[in-house]
């Protein structure tokens, strides 16, 4: 009795899994071609719908499908309406080649159309003031010359279960100014891009900045801006050289946009002088003519640096003379056993005078490495 009640139970739980199996997948085929004219989400129409406004024109962009579903499709038509009159219905927009000869519909090789038939720009209500739109929506003729989504009778939100015809809106305006982008002040690491005589138009509302790099495929948006700023310092560059491109994109309050793009290096700039140079001078004995002299400094911070050189005078003049190389990771070097020079006009012996410089890991134009003014290192009875 035992033995049928469980097999009663695993039968019943195997049905129960099969049903729910069943649902599933009839569930996931519901919403698995796009193309599907049962489709809940799109009810047929074509994915991927964006619309990109422009003087007096609109256009129409769709995701381009695999050359295995083009196959079944024989073109494409465009349906638009003014919001305007909110009940107003969707109408197909009159389609031309570029030659300007009348089409049936789109090819199916093309998921683009430009719709310049009698649109207006910056449409606002004289009523309310609110901006108006058109609106569009898409759909395709299938091999059998059948139109999905079916114009005469489009899906509805009302439909059991409801089917949503996708649709997108917008409103074309005149381009603001294209941004005259220049370059500011050249600086270590750093570039700085200006538009600083730029003319809003009445109806601007906001700059937007993208950059990206030669090992990117995308632009990347520079978040937090001010939406009226007139310049942009990038501080983030690594080496000398190192090179960003930038979109300057102005946008009016209908989302019409217009970019401007310009490809800058990091120039070739030397570091910072090292700062807080510091000398602690001591005799080797009472009985030797040489002391030793301790320097120390805090650290540059900038990431291309490749070190510190240290300079000294040298009797009978000229130019000082390097004495030591210092790695980045150290702010500090002792040298030893150093010898007195003359000091022509006291006839004095005097310690030599110390200069430290820094410099960073990137050649310049003429191969020479990218050095730092010279800082003079404090002699004694001077500072430490």
């Given at each position: 009795?035992?033995?049928?009640?469980?097999?009663s139970a695993l039968y019943l739980a195997a049905v129960a899994f099969i049903v729910l199996v069943c649902f599933s997948c009839t569930s996931d085929e519901d919403y698995a071609n796009p193309l599907d004219p049962q489709n809940l989400r799109t009810a047929g129409s074509p994915p991927g719908l964006t619309l990109t406004p422009g003087d007096r024109q609109?256009?129409?962009?769709?995701?381009?499908?695999?050359?295995?579903?083009?196959?079944?499709?024989?073109?494409?038509?465009?349906?638009?309406?003014?919001?305007?009159?909110?009940?107003?219905?969707?109408?197909?927009?009159?389609?031309?080649?570029?030659?300007?000869?009348?089409?049936?519909?789109?090819?199916?090789?093309?998921?683009?159309?430009?719709?310049?038939?009698?649109?207006?720009?910056?449409?606002?209500?004289?009523?309310?003031?609110?901006?108006?739109?058109?609106?569009?929506?898409?759909?395709?003729?299938?091999?059998?010359?059948?139109?999905?989504?079916?114009?005469?009778?489009?899906?509805?939100?009302?439909?059991?279960?409801?089917?949503?015809?996708?649709?997108?809106?917008?409103?074309?305006?005149?381009?603001?100014?294209?941004?005259?982008?220049?370059?500011?002040?050249?600086?270590?690491?750093?570039?700085?891009?200006?538009?600083?005589?730029?003319?809003?138009?009445?109806?601007?509302?906001?700059?937007?900045?993208?950059?990206?790099?030669?090992?990117?495929?995308?632009?990347?948006?520079?978040?937090?801006?001010?939406?009226?700023?007139?310049?942009?310092?990038?501080?983030?560059?690594?080496?000398?050289?190192?090179?960003?491109?930038?979109?300057?994109?102005?946008?009016?309050?209908?989302?019409?946009?217009?970019?401007?793009?310009?490809?800058?290096?990091?120039?070739?700039?030397?570091?910072?002088?090292?700062?807080?140079?510091?000398?602690?001078?001591?005799?080797?004995?009472?009985?030797?003519?040489?002391?030793?002299?301790?320097?120390?400094?805090?650290?540059?911070?900038?990431?291309?640096?490749?070190?510190?050189?240290?300079?000294?005078?040298?009797?009978?003049?000229?130019?000082?003379?390097?004495?030591?190389?210092?790695?980045?990771?150290?702010?500090?070097?002792?040298?030893?056993?150093?010898?007195?020079?003359?000091?022509?006009?006291?006839?004095?012996?005097?310690?030599?005078?110390?200069?430290?410089?820094?410099?960073?890991?990137?050649?310049?134009?003429?191969?020479?490495?990218?050095?730092?003014?010279?800082?003079?290192?404090?002699?004694?009875?001077?500072?430490?």
């Amino acid at each position: 009795m035992s033995m049928v009640k469980f097999s009663s139970a695993l039968y019943l739980a195997a049905v129960a899994f099969i049903v729910l199996v069943c649902f599933s997948c009839t569930s996931d085929e519901d919403y698995a071609n796009p193309l599907d004219p049962q489709n809940l989400r799109t009810a047929g129409s074509p994915p991927g719908l964006t619309l990109t406004p422009g003087d007096r024109q609109v256009t129409v962009s769709w995701r381009e499908l695999n050359s295995r579903i083009v196959e079944g499709i024989k073109g494409y038509r465009i349906y638009r309406r003014f919001t305007e009159d909110p009940d107003a219905d969707f109408e197909p927009i009159p389609l031309f080649d570029k030659n300007n000869n009348s089409l049936d519909s789109i090819p199916a090789s093309q998921n683009i159309y430009i719709d310049k038939h009698e649109i207006k720009n910056d449409q606002i209500s004289i009523i309310t003031g609110d901006q108006l739109y058109y609106e569009y929506r898409i759909s395709y003729i299938d091999d059998r010359g059948i139109e999905i989504p079916d114009p005469t009778d489009p899906p509805s939100q009302s439909d059991d279960p409801p089917r949503v015809w996708i649709t997108r809106k917008t409103t074309p305006s005149d381009p603001p100014p294209v941004p005259d982008i220049i370059l500011g002040k050249e600086e270590n690491l750093t570039v700085t891009i200006i538009w600083p005589d730029y003319n809003s138009p009445l109806d601007f509302k906001e700059f937007r900045i993208f950059y990206t790099t030669p090992t990117r495929n995308v632009f990347i948006e520079i978040p937090d801006l001010d939406p009226d700023t007139r310049f942009y310092r990038d501080i983030s560059f690594a080496r000398d050289g190192e090179e960003k491109t930038y979109r300057i994109i102005a946008y009016d309050k209908f989302g019409v946009e217009s970019i401007a793009t310009i490809k800058v290096k990091a120039p070739d700039v030397s570091p910072a002088p090292p700062r807080d140079v510091k000398a602690k001078y001591q005799m080797r004995s009472m009985f030797s003519n040489r002391y030793d002299v301790a320097l120390t400094w805090t650290r540059n911070q900038e990431p291309d640096l490749a070190g510190y050189w240290v300079y000294s005078t040298k009797q009978g003049g000229g130019d000082p003379t390097p004495r030591r190389k210092v790695d980045d990771k150290f702010n500090s070097v002792i040298l030893e056993g150093e010898d007195f020079i003359l000091d022509l006009e006291t006839q004095d012996l005097v310690p030599r005078q110390y200069f430290l410089t820094a410099f960073d890991d990137t050649p310049n134009s003429n191969g020479k490495i990218d050095e730092s003014e010279k800082v003079a290192v404090p002699l004694p009875g001077t500072g430490e």
